[in-house]
């Protein structure tokens, strides 16, 4: 069988069960989880793996499933992750698989990745005879929340036993339109940190302030300070940002609050610069407390790192897509400051982590993830089951 014709059975395959995904999908979009309380859905996944005769390991981490798909003849072993989890975020679109767990969405597009990896997973394991390596899918909980679950999975040995020699991954792209993807070599992703602001001045009357020490100026004050620092301060061609969610004092119009507190994000591309922007900052925070009269203690929750694709296996995806997609529906993708945990696998074992289009402009399928209308063009569930089941088969180690 050449190359083309196993190519063409994919392109058939993924196209047969494109309806099946879309049912999927739609189950588990109206019934998103937390981040690690995905209790439902890994009973889902795991319903569906059985019913395919796929073997697997639910429980893995509390809410992650693991399957594995053996090779008549393996070469070694390569990982296909999807996520699980949705985020706090009260859905605006009026469809028929609307969410039904208030205040939660998959905003992110988790639901379409799951969906498409168990698509992958029935054509890999009804043409198994023809894979060169094994198979491990990854089904993780807990992506949006720190730790994040790629490194706890991580911990816990996903990748051994068998051992995983590459790791591949999707995620929708509403920017890019249905039936395309997009990749780019190297570094990709920035690293992502949460930053926990506490604030302590003098509780008083708003009247008398020569009897008080207010937070909220002191933390207005830091939040120019180190806006400006990140600014002036960051080297040059490296991508660097802070910003600021939160900013709480429960006081009054005539009432000083003794605490204040603020949240944010601080962002980069550079590991080096990350650990140093930090030290700083601490200490602007540190000196502007005393400036006051007052205390500012600045606290960082250590996320992702940046996430960066192996050169290698870019290459080799580049030019399966190209092949199997049409070179003119694979795009070259820019720096990106958002993050993923997909970065905790990148950093330990070679890995590669594209785009899906999933928009549709004539449509009005336009909004960016993150946002209560975000949905997708459902055609691009049969790219994305075609593109991720093309990788076992046509994956070759050097």
């Known amino acids: 069988m050449t190359t083309h014709d196993l190519i063409e059975i994919l392109r058939c395959e993924a196209r047969e069960l494109a309806c099946l995904v879309k049912e999927w999908r739609e189950y588990l979009h109206q019934n998103p989880e937390p981040s690690f309380k995905e209790f439902k859905t890994m009973e889902f996944v795991a319903e569906k793996l059985s019913a395919y005769k796929i073997p697997h390991q639910k429980g893995f981490c509390g809410t992650g ?71 491990k899918l990854i089904f993780q909980p807990g992506e949006e929340m720190h730790p994040g679950g790629a490194s706890l999975m991580i911990n816990d040995g996903v990748l051994e036993n068998p051992r995983v020699e590459a790791m591949f991954a999707l995620h929708v792209y509403p920017e890019l339109e249905s039936g395309q993807v997009g990749i780019k070599s190297g570094l990709y992703m920035a690293s992502s940190d949460e930053i926990l602001i506490e604030i302590s001045g003098k509780a008083g009357h708003a009247a008398l302030p020569e009897r008080c020490v207010n937070p909220l100026f002191m933390g207005s004050e830091l939040i120019l300070a180190l806006s400006e620092f990140i600014q002036k301060e960051s080297p040059k061609n490296v991508p660097t940002l802070i910003n600021f969610g939160r900013f709480e004092a429960l006081g009054s119009t005539n009432v ?21 922007a930090f030290e700083q900052m601490e200490k602007i925070a540190f000196d502007l407390g005393l400036k ?107």
């Not at 605006?92 to 597009?109: F, I, L, P, T």
């Not at 591309?269 to 140093?276: G, L, V």
């Open 65 to 135: 499933v693991v399957g594995h798909i053996k090779a008549l003849v393996s070469n070694g072993t390569i990982g296909l992750r999807a996520d699980l989890d949705a985020l706090p975020i009260l859905e605006r679109n009026d469809v028929h698989y609307k969410s039904q767990n208030e205040g939660w969405m998959h905003a992110c597009g988790h639901d379409v990745h799951t969906a498409i990896l168990l698509g992958a997973a029935v054509i890999l394991q009804k043409h198994r005879a023809k894979l060169k390596n094994d198979v």
């Open 256 to 276: 000083i609050p003794e605490h204040a507190t603020i949240k944010g994000t601080f962002r980069t591309m550079d590991s080096h610069w990350r650990e140093t």
């Open 292 to 398: 006051y009269s007052g205390s500012i203690e600045l606290k960082r929750s250590k996320g992702y790192p940046n996430l960066e694709n192996d050169p290698v296996l870019t290459e080799v995806l580049w030019k399966i897509f190209q092949t199997a997609l049409g070179e003119e529906n694979v795009k070259e993708l820019n720096f990106r400051m958002t993050a993923e945990d997909f970065a905790f696998y990148a950093s330990v074992i070679p890995s590669c982590f594209f785009r899906l289009g999933v928009g549709n402009k004539k449509e009005g399928i336009v909004h960016a993830v993150h946002h209560p209308n975000f949905d997708i063009d459902s055609s691009s569930l049969e790219t994305g089951v075609f593109s991720m089941v093309l990788i076992p088969f046509l994956y070759e180690r050097d």
